[in-house]
T-cell receptor
Framework: NAGVTQTPKFQVLKTGQSMTLQCAQDMNHEYMSWYRQDPGMGLRLIHYSVGAGITDQGEVPNGYNVSRSTTEDFPLRLLSAAPSQTSVYFC???????????????FGPGTRLTVT | AQSVAQPEDQVNVAEGNPLTVKCTYSVSGNPYLFWYVQYPNRGLQFLLKYITGDNLVKGSYGFEAEFNKSQTSFHLKKPSALVSDSALYFCAVRVPSGNTPLVFGKGTRLSVIA
């Protein structure tokens, strides 16, 4: 198994540009989530999904969109990049039981995004 | 609302000495508790979890953690630190019902000095 994969690993954007961060998992996990990591802030949840067709907002959703058309993929879209979105982005997935995420989350290697 | 506190930004310990990384939590109900480690330029790796049962849980790389309900704590411990344990450690909590997501602490940087 490849686990959780993310592309690209690095990205530089100009203010106002849009892009999609890709995330895929091959473990048939129903629960997937996106976090951003900033120094001194820990990990903050952006959006999450408990299954295909279902998404919800986390702690810091503004400026980001997600969709979940398949179990495997959970892309994160930046609509109009801003310097405040400079961060490291992590995708994660886990099993669920009765719709509730259980057990540990598996993390991807991250995408380092710089917005100038 | 659930929350996690890691009171120390940085912990320094000499190689061979025991280490403790502190974590306290706040939830309504019984928690699921987790520890993760992050090495430089890497994603988070799962170390151990408490779901139910024995309060002392053992995990990867010789780490263990003790769930203390009365003190709402879940401190990470290791009897003898290695230089290779130097990394960023995150505690996380989840309520075991509904779709409530995992909430992370801000992280503690562990530095083991040879």
């Amino acid at each position: 198994n490849a686990g959780v994969t993310q592309t690209p690993k690095f990205q530089v954007l100009k203010t106002g540009q849009s892009m999609t961060l890709q995330c895929a998992q091959d473990m048939n996990h129903e629960y997937m989530s996106w976090y951003r990591q900033d120094p001194g802030m820990g990990l903050r949840l952006i959006h999450y999904s408990v299954g295909a067709g279902i998404t919800d907002q986390g702690e810091v959703p503004n400026g980001y969109n997600v969709s979940r058309s398949t179990t495997e993929d959970f892309p994160l879209r930046l609509l109009s990049a801003a310097p405040s979105q400079t961060s490291v982005y992590f995708c994660a997935s886990s099993y669920t039981s009765g719709g509730t995420p259980t057990g540990e989350q598996y993390f991807g290697p991250g995408t380092r995004l710089t917005v100038t | 609302a659930q929350s996690v506190a890691q009171p120390e930004d940085q912990v320094n310990v000499a190689e061979g000495n025991p280490l403790t990384v502190k974590c306290t939590y706040s939830v309504s109900g019984n928690p699921y508790l987790f520890w993760y480690v992050q090495y430089p330029n890497r994603g988070l790796q799962f170390l151990l979890k408490y779901i139910t049962g024995d309060n002392l849980v053992k995990g990867s790389y010789g780490f263990e953690a003790e769930f203390n309900k009365s003190q709402t704590s879940f401190h990470l411990k290791k009897p003898s630190a290695l230089v290779s344990d130097s990394a960023l450690y995150f505690c996380a909590v989840r309520v075991p019902s509904g779709n409530t997501p995992l909430v992370f602490g801000k992280g503690t940087r562990l530095s083991v000095i040879a």
